[in-house]
């Protein structure tokens, strides 16, 4: 019976699929992540570990775990939270989530855009507030995006999602990535563009790009000061990307139209400035919340496990 460690409460299927395939499941924490010497201490033995994006995996998370351990399964796409060499060192093999949380993290980037475009949540005060005194010609006026630009940075997998929304909401498609996409630009009609000319064209500037050393603050002062005057930058992709300190700075000095933003630099900590301006919409983190998509996710990762202890091929692995 292999030992198997979830770091927090997951949504089934995923210790059934586990518990079902015959295996030892312990599930270190319920709606907070672990703390670090809990994590450490619980995963001692494990074969396989299920991590989330809160927690760290490096060398000492690995080593905790003994030399054992066969796989972290990481319930998100993203792996920015992994140390992928230190576990290539170990021979630990690492899975992920790709393909199941697309068109869910692509629908919020536009619950986003569209909110901070026609000022939803200063609307929906209003008509909560008991003090709307009716329909008025200059009340909240807010932004027209058909007929204008939606400027994706990595037109990968749920860069392309948000695309093909953008062309539904008759806009045009531009994007910078670290390389063409001409399948996604024959589908969306996206013309490449050098990163500095997407900034200077997007009136949507939409972030689809995985948290790297090479995209930490991509969009910093410099790259603020860029964009278009007025423009509405939407990010979904990893807080990190955008320099925080550098966007609240472009808001107050309005160059910006307005932030639409699921992730930040120091989750769950977000710059107190923020939630002060009323052209900046926040959610907390939620790109994949639906029941659909984190069940998809629970059963990626407890099959991903399921298959790497049965020494079966797994299809997303990312070492
Ligand atoms: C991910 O999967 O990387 C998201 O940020 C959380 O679902």
Redesign the pocket.
């Known amino acids: 019976m292999a030992q198997v460690r979830v770091a927090r409460r997951l949504p089934e299927p995923a210790v059934r699929l586990l518990e079902r395939a015959g295996h030892d499941v312990q599930v270190l924490a319920d709606e907070r992540p672990p703390d670090r010497a809990a994590l450490l201490a619980g995963v001692a033995g494990a074969d396989a570990i299920v991590t989330l994006?809160s927690d760290r995996v490096d060398g000492e998370l690995l080593d905790a775990a003994g030399p054992g351990l066969r796989i972290v399964a990481?319930?998100?796409?993203?792996?920015?939270n992994v140390d992928l060499e230190a576990c290539r060192a170990r021979g630990v093999r690492v899975a992920?989530?790709p393909g199941v949380?697309t068109e869910e993290?692509a629908d919020m980037t536009w619950a986003l855009a569209l909110a901070v475009a026609r000022r939803v949540v200063e609307g929906h005060r209003l008509a909560a507030s008991g003090r709307w005194t009716g329909w008025a010609p200059m009340q909240l006026l807010g932004t027209s995006l058909h007929g204008r630009t939606f400027g994706v940075v990595g037109l990968g997998r749920i860069g392309r999602a948000a695309a093909r929304r953008a062309r539904g909401f008759g806009m045009r498609v531009a994007y910078a990535g670290r390389s063409r996409n001409e399948e996604a630009e024959r589908e969306t009609d996206a013309r490449p563009l050098a990163f500095e000319e997407l900034l200077a064209e997007a009136d949507v500037l939409s972030l689809h790009c995985p948290s790297t050393p090479s995209t930490r603050h991509l969009i910093d002062a410099d790259a603020l000061a860029r964009m278009k005057p007025g423009a509405i930058l939407v990010n979904?992709?990893?807080g990190d990307v955008v320099d925080e300190q550098a966007l609240v700075d472009a808001l107050a000095e309005e160059r910006l139209g307005g932030a639409g933003l699921?992730?930040f630099e120091r989750e769950p900590r977000i710059h107190p400035r923020l939630a002060a301006f009323s052209n900046v919409v926040l959610a907390p983190?939620l790109?994949?919340?639906t029941v659909r998509?984190?069940s998809e996710?629970a059963r990626m990762v407890a099959e991903a496990v399921v298959e790497v202890l049965e020494g079966r091929e797994v299809a997303h692995l990312a070492a």
């Open positions: 994006l990481n319930y998100a796409v993203g792996l920015d992920h989530t949380l993290t979904t992709a990893r699921d992730v983190h790109g994949s919340a998509a984190r996710m």
